[in-house]
């Protein structure tokens, strides 16, 4: 790591370094959302923006890394949301549903998980990043995947599949649009079954 600039303050570690670029784009990002540059990230660290750029390759990458370390919040009170339902379909149902209640108020999720921010920051809904988001939800629900028959390689197509279920109703909420029960019985009806089926196998 080159010994140089950071307002004097030069980080001990690239880690420490990456730890201190997330927080000004973390402060950037609640200041005034997500329209900010690399310059303005290396001014505020006192850095040129060479050495940003050494750690994240666009501000999409560091908007994005940023994001999915700050939805650990939003993880933390989705398992606390969903720690009674052991059964695979309910806990995705549920899991889907109180994620797309939870999107409009959530400033990171929705960077990561909102199309046309998504579209900006992340290729697609299904980009790595919004695929790692997935699976650590999954990882975090009370359910014992193995026992159920869903393997990993079923788990990762799971995970994909509910990114273009929010994606959808993103995009389309319906009309009028799906909320509450309304939404979890559609859930229910048309996305519980694949999962019983799989169970079933």
């Known amino acids: 790591m080159r010994r140089h600039g950071w307002s004097g303050a030069v980080p001990s570690t690239d880690a420490e370094a990456v730890d201190r670029i ?3 784009a973390r402060a950037a990002i609640e200041r005034s959302g997500a ?3 690399m310059a303005e990230i290396a001014r505020e660290l006192g850095v040129t923006r060479q050495t ?3 750690y994240f390759p666009n501000a999409d990458a560091l908007i994005a890394a940023t994001a999915l370390v700050e939805t650990g919040r939003f993880l933390d009170v989705l398992t606390a949301h969903l720690d009674r339902i052991t059964d695979p379909a309910d806990a995705v149902v549920e899991g889907i549903a109180y994620t797309l209640e939870t999107l409009p108020r959530d400033r990171y999720l929705s960077l990561l998980l909102t199309p046309g921010r998504v579209g900006a920051y992340s290729a697609d809904v299904t980009s790595d990043t919004a695929l790692i988001l997935g699976r650590s939800i999954l990882e975090r629900f009370a359910v014992d995947w193995e026992r159920a028959g869903i393997d990993n390689a079923h788990l990762d197509e799971l995970v994909e599949h509910m990114l273009r279920i ?3 109703f993103v995009l389309d909420p319906g009309r009028p649009p799906r909320r509450a029960a309304d939404l979890r019985a559609y859930l229910a009806t048309w996305v519980a079954p694949a999962l019983r089926n799989i ?3």
């Open 22 to 24: 997330l927080a000004v």
């Open 35 to 37: 329209d900010f540059t």
């Open 52 to 54: 940003v750029y050494r």
């Open 166 to 168: 929010v994606q959808s």
């Open 199 to 201: 169970q079933q196998r």
